[in-house]
């Protein structure tokens, strides 16, 4: 009986979140969206907790802001924002892209994941974006942990020319990200930078154009996960 309540619940909530927070274009859109903003996206949480930090001048990190936050940080100079977590047409993006428009804030979508690793092209775009955007911009994710983490020591490596020793120091749990899980793909893709940087110095760029195998990292980091567990 149990596990048949929890399996209806389970197939509850797949619907809310396959169905609901895709449409803002009337009331009752935007009332169901924004209940899905708040109970599927787990804006609630973020009332308070923002995961915002400064990680070099005029160039930061969050978790997902709200339309609320989002209008603060107009007032900060906010100039662009990029969006990380691709551009599936849902709550959280379709609330951040009407807020932007609003403000005339540039809205930048780039399609990360936290616990599996992209193909080159997505990484070179986001280092495209590093080159051109105007300053002060924002870069979040749902958490600001693991994305945004990523991301975070990418520009440091590539637009503020830090090791990648340093520049790891933004995937930590101080942003609540967690190496021993699988978000420790990210972790290990650094470490295999910093390595082949070692035997070949080499840029960010062009590691990923020419070195980066996004299917043999998988795979050895599967490995090694694996071996760790067993």
Known sequence: M?????????GFETHLRQNWGRDIS???GRRNAWWHFQLMDHAFLRVLWTNLDEIAPGVWRSNQPS????????????????????EAP???LLFERETCAQLDIGLHNVSLSARNLCPADEYLKLLDLFDRLEKPFLMHC????????????????????????????QLSFKYLHLKNDSTGVLDFMLEKLEVDQKNAPQTLRTWLQSTYDQTALSHEFAQKRAARSG
Request: aromatic share 6%.
């Open 67 to 86: 339309p609320k936050r989002i209008k603060r940080y107009a007032r900060m100079g906010i100039r662009n924002i990029i969006y990380l977590r691709g």
């Open 142 to 169: 749902k958490s600001g942990a693991d994305r945004a983490g990523l991301a975070s020591a990418m520009y440091l490596i590539h637009a503020e020319g830090k090791s990648v020793a340093e520049a790891r120091a």
């Open 2 to 10: 149990l596990r048949n309540l929890w399996s209806r619940l389970k």
């Open 90 to 92: 849902k709550s959280h």
């Open 26 to 28: 009337t009331p009752s």
